[in-house]
């Protein structure tokens, strides 16, 4: 979960490594770091704990002229927040960045001597000192030596003092891209880092290494062949990955969804069915299935939640929702009848990963529902329903989270009509009612300023609850999420017909009750469970789509969502508690796009 950059080239490198990792930041922002190789086989490091500007103002003491660097961006896994423990580390000719888990690293410290060697706690420096030790004066060489002793997750950038101009660079399950143009050779976590250096990219491959220079980029395998990689294009522009106007990056995306929605769900719909031709997704994968999990992590998962309950309300078909980082660690219950459906944003998050790649060792076919191009998650899956939400920068989800549940619900569609379960004209009536979410999160978009008041009133609370019943109830598990992972206010969802079974003993005078009642079936018994919270002193914020309720024995705020038909009304319902999070954040001046201790991509265990 951290950002690397490297550059080498014909332009001074200091300023192309900050600028890119201003744009990693959101990846991990503990300390931030840079290195920089100079024309006299000298290494000059500057790090330090805290945000990219502090590196920016720390790097503004002088001129820097080397034009071959490395930068880094942590997220803390081995040691504190530190000065020390920031990256890039040195130890002698070799200086180091890198983004994962050295799984070995203490036994390597033991094997080859290396504990004098070493100032830092990290896992980075081992590798640092080990590649220092077997340095022959042949870079490739002693990188591969290193590769076939280390273990563990690892994107490593490598430079060595006597090797001016070169940048090295290998990676094992985390991420690493790269470019190269005129201006030289760029490599980074991810494409927001080297948007504006190219339009042409490639995936790094796993256990191959690079050599970069002003000239281009050369890769080759562990045997020495070398291999031409396959170029990509970067579809965004950099204006997307921007803010646009807004304040944070987190409330453009929010506003982003109508547009998100329709790129994802428009280019699947034929004839008004849903298609998945150009996707390259094979019927016969729903055919065969007989029941479905799926496996996320965070709000992927409640993505996953919200499918569950509209498949099996809708086809009846068994769906199991796995949470990824204990799925990986059981023997699952799946095998060649179940569809897995793998669900993340950034493709990258390694807990998933592991779990796609043990469904498919157990034999299912997986489907994963990704929006990062390219990313590690969608090249291992068996098939891929890309989200065409764009790029989503702030670290707590919500494009992401709308297009995978629109992602659940055409294959949900897909499954109905391919089993005979829907007719054809059921199923353009489902797809015209999905189609119909987008100008009704147009319309619940001018709510916002109704949820800025609430939001006033929930950041003073310690705690908050969440309750509905049904689908309800899977949206209010993404509810507490997004508030307590950005505003630090305590949130729990809970199945509002279970609180009198216990935690209604937490409800006392003022504690905040966001309810949700937009299910017609269940809308009484909802009703009178706020009533049992608003007896005991709670202060009710309601979600529903009645024109008003003015009852204050109900609700002592009321959000109205439009009208539609309750299995939809899951879009707009994501919206409002969104923007409930984004708000209550936002009054209590926190950073919204960089919460405390979280980054946007977990490509750590
Ligand atoms: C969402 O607000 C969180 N930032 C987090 O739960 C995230 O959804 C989770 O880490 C999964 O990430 P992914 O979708 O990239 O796999």
Redesign the pocket.
Known sequence: MCGIIGFTGSLPAKDILIDGLARLEYRGYDSAGIALLNDDDTLTIRKKAGRVDELRAMCSDREYTSTCGIGHTRWATHGGVTDINAHPHKCGKVAIIHNGIIENYYDIIREYGLADMLVSETDTEVVAALLDKLYDGDPVKTIKKAVNIISGSFALCIMFADHPGKIYAVRNVSPMVAASSEKGSIIASDLTAIISFSKEYFVVPEYHILTMTEEGIKVEDMKGNVVKPQMLEITWDIEAAQKGGFPHYMLKEIYEQPDSLRNTITPRVVDGLPDFTEDGIDDEVFKNCTNITVV??????HAGIVGKAMIEAELKIPVNVEIASEFRYKEPLIDDKTLVIV???????ID?LEALRLAKRCGSKVLSVV?VKGSTIARESDYVLYTHAGPEIA????K??SVQMAAMYLIGCRIGLVKGIYTEEKARQFIASLLSVIPVIEETLKQADRVKEVANYIKMAPDAFFIGRGIDYTLSLEGA??LK?ISYVHAEAYAAGELKHGTIALITENVPVIALATQEAVYGKMISNIREVKARGAYVILISMDDKVDDKTVCDKHIRIPKQDNLFSVFATAVILQLIAYYTSDAKGLDVDKPRN?A???TVE
């Open positions: 996320a992590c965070g709000t992927a998962m669900t993340s944003q950034s493709g990258e998050t998933t929006n670290v707590a989800s919500t992401a989270y999420l997004k992972e979280l946007k991509s977990v």
